[in-house]
């Protein structure tokens, strides 16, 4: 049972590998495990926050030198976007532990449930499976049609530049200040060009393969979370009731559920800062990504944000709707347990599947830090929140147009 978790986490952990996080292996506090396992990712940090940092400069010494909005809004939610990398990254490395832990609990839980013979419920595990791999998949191609734009839209700029004047002028896919170096130099260019191209690389792959984590985790609490509403349903069966039997197939049941809203917990303790961040600068990516892509005149950098904004709306959306899964399923067993027949059993019974039934009635949530609940209420406050600053810089940028 628990091959649902295991393979949908390979591809994942594939990705990590390269960036130098490893999901599955309980890496010791020593300057050995450290050196061995720990160094990738840390070559890996430097090099994505040396661009980091130079995308921020840019930011403050243009406006510090009156640069336009546009060119402003051009580099403020790339470089948003490497924090959030960042701090979706380091979430998952400082909450080592309680990773392991999870993915402890869940194979658990997995290997402790019967799905036998049963079509509904094999159907149930299959949906999920295929569900799931289906938003990794069209995740990933969006990723990869981004990281293409990005690092392609600048060669394609110089191409049309060299054929129109006979001159090429070197262009880079960020604007980005370089301590000691002029990046726009010959001798430095393709060592500038290739580093920004990494670090694009990073940030994707850091954000997605973490969300992914995320949506592995949540498909198989919510599919744990319908497999025992079936058994739920199903509780009652006999036409001569076996007290002894119910007992304790019931016990079996609370037990099962017990620990798969645990499994909530454990989601919620490793993802819930992290969510707090993402869900606070979704709005501004949002709204300064549509503002690019309304206002920079070039198509190839126009696309270019296009594709990052249809990738920042599917991040926050997908992190949302499994958000909202989550309390669907987990409120679901409430429904579950009045569809049982609960009718046909004694008074002393029927009160057992009642506290069942109105425990179940509180759903089991994400949150963003108790600062919000991560569900589709949420998305739909961040688009709002989103369209307001859109419509404000849109304002702001008229006048300067006129």
Known sequence: MSVLFDE????????????GIYLDRPIQNTVEHIIKFRSLYIINFLWLNTDTIGEIAWIIQGAMYG??????TYMAPCSTYCIVANIKSLSLLLNQDKVHELFKRIRSVENNTDIGDEGVKKKIVAEGKEFLKAVIKALGTINVVTLVLFSTSPLLLMALEYKKLGKIEFLLPFLIIYPFIDPYDIHYWPFAYVHQVWSTYLVLTQVSG?????????????????????DIENIITERHFDENEFQEKFKKLTVRHESIMQLVGHVERIYTKSTLFNFVTSSFMICLTGFNVTAIGDVAFALS???FLLMSLMQIYLLCFYGDMV???SMEVSSAMYKSKWYTVNAKTAKLLYVVQMRARKPSKLTAFSYADVNLKAFTKILSTAWSYFALLKTIDSPTRA
């Open 8 to 19: 949908s986490l390979i591809s994942t952990e594939f990705l990590f590998k390269y960036i």
């Open 67 to 72: 640069k336009s909005l546009i060119e402003l």
């Open 210 to 230: 973490t969300d992914c984590i995320f949506y592995t985790c949540c498909t198989s609490i919510c599919t744990q979370f319908r497999l025992l509403q079936v």
């Open 305 to 307: 944000f296009l594709a």
């Open 327 to 329: 309390m669907t399923s």
